[in-house]
């Protein structure tokens, strides 16, 4: 890591927000937001939705913090680019920044309801055992698989709407929770694979990755149907088809696309397309669920 030196407000302003990991926190928030609309529709209260999803933000956010803080050694070989590595925050710095965030999430939440809060604490232990060891092994992906599904747990259960859908997603949202942890992880394989990281997409391989990212969502695709026709989650099929339809065709042209692409523009194109992805699929699905 650089040296310290006397850094301008302008500096450290723009290490915070480099280190807070605005592209992925904004997809989390907007995923969060859909789930809480769901769930109060259509009687919401706006101040209790502003609330939900302020306190889930700014949990992602203490776990963005902590990871680029946990990284920092392994950063310094091969991230130039990061905010600590540069000598924009310092690690005392985000350290201090993650444990505030922390902490403004649990006053958040104790606005809310005591299960709201128990489901965001299992999720952050859960993704900060992904910074502090997960992360660098195959076991990654079963952590995002655990996380994912937490998504409209919470979001439902702090409106006070929690339905037996919730339940059934499940599987879902841990099959989109796998695509999007490979999705999030192939920009980063060769130089995990140089620090001797065994991340679950270092194992798979690019290709393996990207198939892998396919099979996932295709899977749910399957299920969400067979749960349909089985009538086990009956769905109103003018809305279920066309989202089906929809998220085949994407997962199809995103395997196309990043196939034999292994650049860093390309990933992040196919990382926030894919996450879009999946959105589309759990909310068309639910909005089709609850029309019956």
């Not at 995923?31 to 809480?36: D, I, K, P």
């Not at 949990?59 to 920092?72: E, H, T």
């Not at 505030?100 to 128990?118: K, Q």
């Not at 042209?253 to 990043?258: G, K, S, T």
Request: charged letters at 10%; glycine letters at 6%.
């Amino acid at each position: 890591m650089k040296n310290r030196k006397k850094r301008a407000a302008a500096d450290i302003l723009e290490g915070i927000f480099r280190l807070s990991h605005p592209g992925p926190v904004f997809l989390h928030g907007v995923a969060v937001t859909l789930f809480a609309l769901l769930a109060g529709w259509p009687r919401l209260h706006w101040n209790t939705l502003l609330l939900v999803v302020a306190a889930h933000v700014v949990m992602q956010l203490a776990i963005a913090v902590s990871n680029d803080y946990c990284d920092r050694q392994l950063d310094a070989l091969s991230k130039k680019n990061k905010p600590i590595v540069r000598g924009l925050i310092s690690p005392r710095e985000a350290l201090l920044l993650a444990i505030f965030l922390m902490l403004l999430m649990v006053c958040l939440l104790l606005f809310i309801n005591p299960l709201a809060l128990l489901v965001s604490l299992l999720y952050l232990i859960i993704g900060q055992s992904y910074n502090l060891g997960l992360k660098g092994t195959p076991w990654s992906g079963i952590a995002f698989a655990i996380m994912f599904p937490l998504i409209p747990v919470y979001a439902f259960v702090a409106i006070g709407h929690m339905i037996p859908l919730i339940l059934w997603q499940v599987p879902i949202a841990a099959l989109s929770g796998i695509a999007v942890n490979l999705a999030n992880s192939l920009p980063d394989i060769a130089e995990d694979a140089a620090g001797h990281a065994r991340t679950l997409a270092v194992v798979l391989g690019h290709q393996g990755s990207v198939l892998a990212c396919t099979c996932c969502i295709l899977l749910a695709i399957v299920l969400i149907a067979v749960f349909a026709l089985t009538g086990m989650v009956p769905a109103h099929l003018a809305i279920l088809l066309p989202t089906l339809l929809l998220t085949t065709l994407a997962a199809g042209a995103l395997y196309l696309y990043m196939r034999p692409r292994q650049s860093l523009q390309a990933s992040k194109y196919y990382f926030y397309l894919l996450v879009l992805t999946c959105l589309l699929l759990a909310g068309g699905w639910i909005v089709s669920a609850s029309q019956v």
